[in-house]
């Protein structure tokens, strides 16, 4: 199991952002969480990255993380490659075979020596995805992943997906919208800090 959520729980002062949310990412499973602003969703994104504690419940996972934030944290004056390398020796890669791969995936490896202040907000998305997937984590956490994106690699961007599926990887993509739910092979709706009974739908079902 790449992530295992039980009865997380979380609240601002008196407001109470997560009611007990359970769900499990299998190995292997492309999975998404919708709801609307307000919802709790980046509460969610926030635990299950690490970045905060909950005030209750737990979420553990195994093997190693991606984290894809909706802003992405780039530094303007450095190139692509710049990035790239920068967080090789982050992930203590020993190549950037993977990351050049992803370049030629998602169309923008003439990018390359650009600074990220002349990219576009598509283009900077993308980079924003590389970095998260370029050391070949077990676990992909996505945070709207695809916004900014143009239609063409709004579609590459899921065969991308289920490429990491089929390979056994555990992809979560957490979004406002529902549309893409025949993507997926298990979606689960938040509202107001509960998943909804009987939101939940299987790839095949």
Request: aromatic content about 6%; proline content about 3%; some cysteine.
């Amino acid at each position: 199991m790449s992530l295992h959520v039980t009865d997380l729980r979380h609240a601002y002062g008196k407001r109470q952002v997560l009611r007990g949310v359970t769900f499990d990412v299998p190995d292997g499973v492309l999975a998404g969480v919708v709801g609307e602003n307000g919802a709790g969703k980046t509460t969610l994104l926030r635990i299950l990255s690490g970045e905060l504690t909950p005030a209750g419940g737990a979420a553990t996972r195994t093997g190693s993380l991606g984290y894809c934030p909706q802003q992405a944290v780039l530094n303007h004056q450095l190139t692509v490659a710049q990035h790239l390398r920068y967080f090789q020796v982050a992930y203590r890669l020993g190549d950037l075979r993977l990351a050049e791969e992803l370049l030629d995936v998602l169309s923008f490896a003439q990018y390359r020596n650009e600074r990220v202040s002349t990219l576009s907000g598509g283009t900077r998305q993308k980079l924003n995805l590389t970095l998260a997937l370029m050391h070949d984590p077990d676990l992909v956490l996505l945070d709207e992943p695809y916004q900014g994106f143009d239609w063409d690699t709004y579609l590459r961007f899921w065969d991308l997906a289920q490429r990491l599926r089929r390979r056994g990887r555990s992809v979560l993509v957490i979004s406002h919208l529902a549309h893409d739910a025949d993507r997926l092979d298990t979606l689960h709706r938040l509202e107001a800090g509960t998943l909804q009974p009987g939101t939940e739908t299987l790839r095949g079902q």
